[in-house]
């Protein structure tokens, strides 16, 4: 089955640009999209196909895609995007669909 | 507004069945796929398989194919998980997610349901 790779923690300063990394074999040919969890609370969706931004979402928050990495990047960091970050496609072949493992977003 | 609402917290006995429900709300709910997504203690989400409420067509992961059945009553607006003889690694968080129109996302979650198996 397709992996999804992401570090286990990130961590910045405020004011600073996060990046946060998911890698898969040749996961630029895929869709991928991104939610944030904080502490007690349901994931939220923050970017769509690669780099979309639903109705809601600060533009800090952006996504790209190629190759075999996609990354979402969150620029001038505040301390209420600590969060978990958890990367995500479907395989429409299978018609699984995957998260990555999440990544620990930890503001300094 | 869209919402999807879980049944409360469980707290069940190894060996003992359950059934746990997401009512969706303010859409129709036979046009979007359900999902169901397993968050165990500390861990990560874990996709555990879909529902297509109009026809009940369903898709498991191969981690969750046969441990547990995902079934909907599109007359209520309702999509269910359900054990049959619970374990206690089942213990965890779990969340129904409404799949977008293309279905490859989630753009809209329940509030989650605890399962909590112990002896």
């Known amino acids: 089955s397709y992996v999804l790779t992401q570090p286990p923690s990130v961590s910045v300063a405020p004011g600073k640009t996060a990046r946060i990394t998911c890698g898969g074999n040749n996961i630029g040919s895929k869709s991928v999209h991104w939610y944030q969890q904080k502490p007690g609370q349901a994931p939220v969706l923050v970017i769509y196909y690669d780099s979309d931004r639903p109705s809601g979402i600060p533009e800090r928050f952006s996504g790209s895609n190629s190759g075999n990495t996609a990354t979402l990047t969150i620029s001038r960091v505040e301390a209420g995007d600590e969060a978990d970050y958890y990367c995500?496609?479907?395989?429409?072949?299978?018609?699984?669909?995957?998260f990555g493992g999440g990544t620990k977003l930890t503001v300094l | 507004e869209v919402q999807l609402v879980q049944s409360g917290a469980e707290v069940k006995k190894p060996g003992e069945s359950l059934r746990i429900s997401c009512k969706g709300s303010g859409y129709s709910f036979t046009s979007y796929w359900i999902s169901w997504v397993r968050q165990m203690p500390g861990k990560g989400l874990e996709w555990m398989g879909r529902?297509?409420?109009?026809?009940?067509?369903?898709n498991y992961s191969p981690s969750f194919q046969g441990h547990v059945t995902i079934s909907a009553d599109k007359s209520i607006s309702t999509a269910y998980l359900q054990w049959s003889s619970l374990k206690a690694s089942d213990t965890a968080m779990y969340y129904c997610?409404?799949?977008?129109?293309?279905?490859?996302?989630?753009?809209?979650w329940g509030q989650g349901t605890l399962v909590t198996v112990s002896s």
């Open positions: 997610a409404r799949h977008s129109g293309s279905g490859s996302y989630f753009n809209y």
């Open positions: 995500q496609v479907w395989d429409s072949s299978s018609d699984h669909l995957m």
């Open positions: 529902i297509d409420p109009s026809d009940s067509y369903t």
